[in-house]
Antibody, heavy 119, light 107 residues
């Protein structure tokens, strides 16, 4: 079964840091671009970052550029999001998502991990 | 960044009727438009990509159309499980963006 499972979400103080993980199974992880998408409580979906299959190419939303770093370990079938200098507005449910082959959208999503930034 | 505008914000429909959801982009998408369904407490589910191609396992009552900056998701003969929030998403630009969502509720 194709599956993505996020972990690492927590309550953290403003200015703090956190690393999210996304464990992939059921498919050849290294063949796929991967993304992070977040959703603030009661709000819509916002794209955060993406990484290509070998990890050599990344992109970020302007709101997180310079603070977040996406990476992957294909040997461990795991995607990461290092989040530094966290702000209250980063509070959200963070989903990892797989890019549909040959298409720019996302066909498989995890269930999300919650990040709360508050003092 | 391409801005996506969904309408209406809320759509009240009776079971068995047809729901028509709209999405407008701030610039042409060259048909690189997807639709997602999200139910409370669940992750989004891909319904439609490339404007009109149904994703694996999606029933035929879901259909998409459009071009340029105007796109539509039509849900025919609404079933109880179709009441949810629907998001459009563009992937013509590398800064992937979503509409704010349309909630389809029971009338």
């Amino acid at each position: 079964e194709v599956q993505l499972v996020e972990s690492g979400g927590d309550l953290v103080q403003p200015g703090g840091y956190l690393r999210l993980s996304c464990a992939a199974s059921g498919f050849t992880f290294s063949n796929y671009w991967m993304h992070w998408v977040r959703q603030a409580p009661g709000k819509g979906l916002v794209w955060v970052s993406r990484i290509n299959g070998d990890g050599a190419s990344t992109n970020y939303a302007d709101s997180v550029k310079g603070r977040f770093t996406i990476s992957r370990d294909n040997a461990k079938n795991t995607l990461y999001l290092q989040m530094n200098s966290l702000r209250a507005e980063d509070t959200a449910l963070y989903y990892c998502a797989r890019r549909l082959t040959g298409v720019g959208t996302f066909d498989i999503w995890g269930q999300g991990t919650m990040v709360t930034v508050s003092s | 960044e391409i801005v996506m505008t969904s309408s209406p914000a809320t759509l009240s429909v009776s079971p068995g009727e047809t729901a028509t959801l709209s999405c407008r982009a701030s610039q042409s998408l060259s048909s690189k438009l997807a639709w997602f369904q999200q139910k409370p407490g669940q992750a989004p589910r891909l319904l439609i990509y490339d404007t009109s191609t149904r994703a694996t396992g999606i029933p035929a009552r879901f259909s998409g159309s459009g071009s340029g900056t105007e796109y539509t998701l039509t849900i025919s003969s609404l079933q109880s499980e179709d009441f949810a929030i629907y998001y459009c998403q563009q992937y013509n630009d590398w800064q992937w963006t979503f509409g704010q969502g349309t909630k389809v509720e029971i009338k």
